[in-house]
């Protein structure tokens, strides 16, 4: 069963940094696509960016672009999200979620991911 956990949020005060990381449990990420998905207080899940398992393309929403960089190391079964230049919009809890190619994972969701389930996720708080 596909199993992922989150990590790596945490209290940030804008325009700082941080690292999200997506581990994999039981299985091997190297055949999946994996995104990351933002939920904002009261909001859906909204698809920030994804990393395809094929080629490595990457993609990323307009509202994250040059601040946010996905990547895989598959030797420690790990998808990683470097955020920086947060902002207080960023605030919210952070997903990771896998398919079989970033097309089948939806940019934004009120359902269940495609593989799996939800994880617990990661709070983000971009706050001064």
């Known amino acids: 069963q596909v199993q992922l956990v989150e990590s790596g949020g945490g209290l940030v005060q804008p325009g700082g940094s941080l690292r999200l990381s997506c581990a994999a449990s039981?299985?091997?990420?190297?055949?999946?696509?994996i995104g990351w998905f933002h939920q904002a207080p009261g909001m859906g899940r909204e698809r920030v960016s994804c990393?395809?398992?094929?080629?490595?393309?990457?993609y990323y929403a307009d509202n994250v672009k040059g601040r946010f960089t996905i990547s895989r190391d598959n030797a420690k079964n790990t998808v990683y999200l470097q955020m920086s230049s947060l902002k207080p919009e960023d605030t919210g809890v952070y997903y990771c979620?896998?398919?079989?190619?970033?097309?089948?994972?939806?940019?934004?969701?009120?359902?269940?991911?495609?593989?799996?389930?939800w994880g617990r996720g990661t709070q983000v708080t971009v706050s001064s």
């Open positions: 979620a896998a398919d079989w190619a970033c097309r089948g994972l939806p940019i934004a969701t009120t359902g269940t991911p495609p593989l799996g389930s």
């Open positions: 039981g299985f091997a990420l190297d055949y999946y696509a």
């Open positions: 990393v395809d398992s094929s080629d490595g393309s990457t």
